[in-house]
């Protein structure tokens, strides 16, 4: 069965870019102040936006509220925050870091012990802190260079915008079920 690549909807293996003139040279002109801010945007995004959010709705929380389900094939607050660092580990941390990928994707949705909420946060601080520093040191003239994630190949900017809008999405459902749990405004527009 062929790979699917992340960023192709045809789900076929891509072919590697270097390999194609043209691309090399469209490649060899991308703008690296564009990279550079784009980097930086994204490094923001996650430790100075996403973070913040997520934090606050954990403080609203016990650790009951962070580990229930709706339903026993949802995903609890906890299983999104060892879902989540997992990914930012996997994609940033190791896919552009270069640290060993140690990943147990299947492990971050069976969880049912019930972490309590400070172990949880402090894991993922930890990873976004990390990848922080890794989008810091990370050198844009790499950006369209081709690696493989997980079970895909993508380049580094298709990665690094994986795990930014990851991040966001369950972050919102994050956001509806600490809703859902304390029924009020959490006043994130204040965060």
Same mark, same amino acid.
């Given at each position: 069965?062929?790979?699917?690549?992340?960023? #192709?909807?045809?789900?076929?293996?891509?072919?590697?870019?270097? #390999?194609?003139?043209?691309? *090399?040279?469209?490649?060899? =002109? &991308?703008?690296?102040?564009?990279?550079?801010?784009?980097? =930086?945007?994204? =490094?923001?995004?996650?430790?100075?936006?996403?973070?913040?959010?997520? *934090? *606050?709705?954990?403080?609203?929380?016990?650790?009951?509220?962070?580990?229930?389900?709706?339903?026993?094939?949802?995903?609890?607050?906890?299983?999104?925050?060892?879902? !989540? #660092?997992?990914?930012?580990?996997?994609?940033?941390? =190791?896919?552009?870091?270069?640290? +060993?990928?140690?990943?147990?994707?299947?492990?971050?949705?069976?969880?049912?012990?019930?972490?309590?909420?400070?172990?949880?946060?402090?894991? &993922?601080?930890?990873?976004?802190?990390? +990848?922080?520093?890794? !989008?810091?040191? &990370?050198?844009?003239?790499?950006?369209?260079?081709?690696?493989? &994630?997980?079970?895909?190949? +993508?380049?580094? !900017?298709?990665?690094?915008?994986?795990?930014?809008?990851?991040? +966001?999405?369950?972050?919102?459902?994050?956001?509806?079920?600490?809703?859902?749990?304390?029924? *009020?405004?959490?006043? !994130?527009?204040?965060?």
């Amino acid at each position: 069965m062929a790979k699917r690549v992340a960023g #192709s909807r045809s789900g076929k293996r891509s072919k590697n870019r270097a #390999s194609n003139p043209a691309k *090399k040279r469209a490649y060899a =002109s &991308f703008n690296l102040s564009v990279a550079e801010v784009y980097l =930086s945007y994204c =490094s923001r995004r996650l430790a100075e936006e996403y973070l913040p959010m997520i *934090k *606050k709705c954990l403080e609203e929380l016990d650790d009951q509220d962070i580990w229930w389900r709706g339903h026993e094939t949802d995903n609890s607050i906890g299983n999104l925050l060892l879902h !989540l #660092s997992g990914n930012i580990r996997q994609w940033i941390i =190791s896919g552009l870091g270069g640290a +060993a990928d140690e990943r147990n994707r299947p492990m971050e949705f069976r969880e049912r012990r019930h972490i309590p909420k400070e172990e949880l946060l402090k894991l &993922f601080e930890g990873a976004v802190h990390d +990848a922080d520093k890794v !989008l810091k040191k &990370f050198d844009a003239r790499q950006i369209l260079e081709l690696r493989h &994630f997980q079970k895909w190949d +993508a380049t580094c !900017l298709d990665a690094v915008s994986h795990v930014v809008e990851h991040v +966001a999405v369950h972050m919102g459902q994050i956001i509806y079920i600490t809703k859902l749990r304390k029924g *009020k405004d959490l006043r !994130l527009v204040d965060v």
